[in-house]
């Protein structure tokens, strides 16, 4: 599976995960968070709880999308960061 797509949530399933007892982390945990940088985590987990208040499709649109985009940075970054490691233990 490509790491920029979730094909497990959309706007309709955090909008339906708002009702959770724990919502903020639930949402949280199936955008991944973990999978971002720490600064990234930080942000959507401030962009949940903006999420949570609004309860707006748009922003849940645009949660989504940056989510996406932050792990997939960071999957990137880290890529690279192993191939450079990869390449000085070979000089």
């Given amino acids: 599976m490509n790491p920029n797509e979730s094909s497990d949530i ?15 982390q639930v949402i949280a945990e ?14 959507t987990k401030h962009e949940v709880k903006a999420f949570l208040e609004s309860a707006d499709a748009k ?3 645009q949660l989504l999308r940056h989510a996406r ?16 490691r990869g390449q000085r233990m070979c000089e």
């Fill in 10 to 24: 959309d706007a309709k399933t955090l909008l339906a995960l708002r009702q959770e007892g724990d919502a903020a």
């Fill in 69 to 84: 985009e932050r792990r997939g940075l960071h999957q990137t970054i880290t890529t690279k960061l192993t191939q450079q």
């Fill in 30 to 43: 199936r955008l991944k968070v973990k999978e971002m940088g720490p600064a990234d985590h930080i942000r």
């Fill in 59 to 61: 922003a849940a649109e």
